[in-house]
């Protein structure tokens, strides 16, 4: 006889689509320093765990890409670089690095000329955050939506409204 897996609670999630999608990544960063700040807006509480002390906002991944078009002179695009960085600094370092390459540049034709329009970009950063309750959850930023998610009380999920209601650029 099979044995049933029992419910041990009961985990949620939620989802902000922004009006207007967040245009610069200053202030996508701005957004997220904001949340990993020792004054962290939503009260997270550093805590110990297999013997050593934890943020209570730390960064459990990121991922940031950016496309960069060729353009021959009519504005028609002839190619394309897209770059995928694991950090925010690679993302800005990798992109400096390519439009600054003339002779990667004159590859694509001798007229090109790279373009940037950083609208196609995408920046994503998951945080996982500990609430001073002791539950653990997520935040996910995109530079279009917020999502929280693995939250059980709905206290965090309006202690998060909240704080994203605040912000300009979170609306």
Do not use: C
Not at 3 to 14: C, I, M, Q
Not at 63 to 87: F, H, M, Q, R, S
Not at 118 to 125: G, I, L
Request: proline content about 4%; hydrophobic content about 45%.
């Amino acid at each position: 006889m099979p044995l049933d897996f029992t419910p041990t609670s009961v985990v949620k999630a939620a989802k902000r689509t922004f009006t207007v999608p967040i245009t610069t990544a200053a202030t996508f960063d701005a957004n997220i320093a904001a949340l990993t700040a020792a004054d962290n807006p939503l009260g997270a509480t550093a805590y110990q765990t297999a013997g050593a002390s934890v943020d209570g906002v730390t960064v459990a991944n990121e991922y940031y890409k950016a496309t960069i078009a060729y353009l021959n002179p009519l504005g028609e695009v002839i190619g394309a670089i897209v770059i995928d960085a694991p950090t925010r600094s690679a993302y800005d370092a990798v992109v400096a690095h390519v439009l600054a390459d003339d002779a990667l540049t004159a590859k694509f034709a001798a007229d090109a000329v790279a373009d940037r329009d950083n609208t196609k970009d995408s920046w994503n950063v998951r945080l996982k955050i500990h609430d001073p309750t002791g539950e653990i959850y997520f935040l996910s930023f995109t530079r279009k939506d917020l999502k929280i998610s693995s939250y059980e009380s709905d206290a965090i999920l309006a202690k998060v409204e909240e704080w994203a209601d605040a912000q300009n650029t979170l609306n």
